[in-house]
């Protein structure tokens, strides 16, 4: 009997394999809907921030170039641009610009992963951080709001993502969504400054380096205390750099140190940086896996996605014979250019002529945007999913916690009466045994 259980006991040393677990749990249409709701809020307060289209534009005859794509290129030549084309050129908004670039990349980040391409994918994420800098450089109003409204979301609906998987994952059980709301309440401060706490150590850090810089601009007794107090700064530098490669490193793993063991911000900050530098192989080992693995996913249900509209599209075409108003084409194809795997929404230079065909377009446009949100949230749901279980695994390694050991509370019961039916026996009350 030993002997049988030997082979299992080798097995369950690699916990690697259950990072594939990560798929099924995101699918979940619970988790769906709470990320479709966060993308839906994200994109609805990015859309009415885009009023004030900010972002100067070449115009359409000059390849319509935007500040972020000079930015990524030639940094130093954005003011140029921008004074350049202020006034000649066209405007567009900050989100829309950040949610084209976005997706673009990340579509060139899952490509690249499939065909493990590190460096390809390294690129992409190096652009991500260009473009962001890019924003909070010439955009930092609209950059500060609407980064608060990603966070205050993102805490919430993150949370609430990882706690599921959490109880899900070590009691294989399904928690409910009101359960998950009312950890995330109770948790909402830790899950929304765990992320921001290590960049303000770095901030405040960094500006007491400065403060040297200042006091060497004083003559002749400046230049001596710089040198004198160097070694001091060198070692403040070494802590930024140390917290820095943590954040960087333990980001994925702050918000599931909350939601598994109930951790305040600098308790899961702690911990993500403990795994980090603990096991960076293993960390890295597993990022790669669960990134590989979300490729494919991804692919997977993309394709799934083509197909549903690609169906929905032939089986009506074959039944719409009709022109649309001013008999250039089909009246489908003016409403509904036809999905492509790369653009889902399909491409069409086809302009509504008349007001019902323009309200159609705009409610089947409505709809497929609706169906390439709930894709995008599954990306949503599978990245909180998926490094929740890395999260436990490296707990295990690291801190030999078990897997199905996570925090949990219970509310406490109000005071009352107890039912005669509910009240312990007395040992005169028991029936007695003879």
Not at 88 to 107: I, R
Not at 188 to 194: C, D, G, K, L, Q
Not at 406 to 431: C, E, F, L, V, W
Request: glycine share 6%; hydrophobic share 50%; with cysteine.
């Amino acid at each position: 009997m030993n002997g049988q259980g030997k082979p299992f006991e080798i097995l369950d040393n690699f916990l690697f394999p259950k990072i594939f677990q990560a798929f099924r749990m995101a699918i979940r249409p619970t988790k769906l809907l709470i990320a479709f709701f966060a993308l839906a809020i994200i994109c609805l307060a990015g859309w009415l921030m885009d009023f004030s289209k900010n972002v100067v534009v070449t115009p359409v005859a000059q390849g319509h170039i935007s500040e972020l794509e000079v930015y990524l290129s030639q940094p130093e030549r954005v003011p140029l641009h921008i004074t350049g084309y202020k006034t000649t050129g066209d405007s567009v908004g900050v989100f829309s610009t950040l949610w084209n670039f976005a997706a673009s990349k990340f579509q060139s980040g899952v490509d690249a992963l499939l065909t493990f391409n590190l460096p390809a994918v390294a690129t992409d994420a190096s652009d991500f951080v260009k473009a962001a800098s890019w924003a909070f450089r010439y955009h930092f109003i609209y950059s500060i709001i609407f980064a608060a409204v990603i966070f205050i979301v993102i805490s919430i609906a993150g949370g609430c993502l990882c706690r599921l998987t959490a109880v899900q994952f070590a009691h294989s059980e399904r928690a409910g969504l009101a359960e998950a709301l009312q950890f995330v309440k109770n948790n909402f401060s830790s899950f929304f400054a765990a992320p921001l706490a290590p960049a303000g150590i770095i901030i405040f850090t960094g500006l007491l380096i400065s403060v040297l810089g200042l006091i060497t601009n004083i003559p002749r007794v400046g230049e001596l205390i710089m040198a004198v107090t160097l070694p001091v700064a060198l070692m403040a530098g070494m802590f930024i750099t140390i917290i820095l490669i943590g954040t960087v490193g333990g980001f994925n793993l702050m918000f599931p140190a909350v939601a598994c063991d109930g951790s305040d911000c600098f308790d899961a900050i702690s911990k993500a940086f403990s795994y980090i530098y603990s096991k960076p192989w293993r960390m890295g080992f597993y990022t790669l896996t669960a990134g590989v693995y979300g490729a494919i996913c991804y692919t997977f249900v993309r394709f799934c996605t083509f197909l549903l509209l690609s169906a929905t599209y032939l089986f009506l075409q074959l039944s719409v014979w009709a022109d649309n108003s001013a008999k250039e084409t089909n009246k489908l194809l003016a409403i509904w250019p036809p999905p492509q795997f790369k653009n889902l929404q399909g491409y069409s230079s086809i302009a509504s002529t008349n007001s019902t065909e323009f309200i159609a377009a705009f409610l089947v446009h409505l709809s497929l945007l609706i169906i390439v949100g709930l894709l995008v949230s599954f990306v949503i749901s599978f990245y909180f999913s998926a490094n929740t279980i890395i999260y436990i695994l490296l707990r295990n390694r690291v801190d030999n916690i078990a897997l199905e050991d996570i925090y949990t509370y219970s509310a406490t019961a109000k005071p009352g009466p107890i039912d005669a039916a509910q009240q312990p026996q007395t040992d005169a009350d028991k029936p007695q045994v003879r």
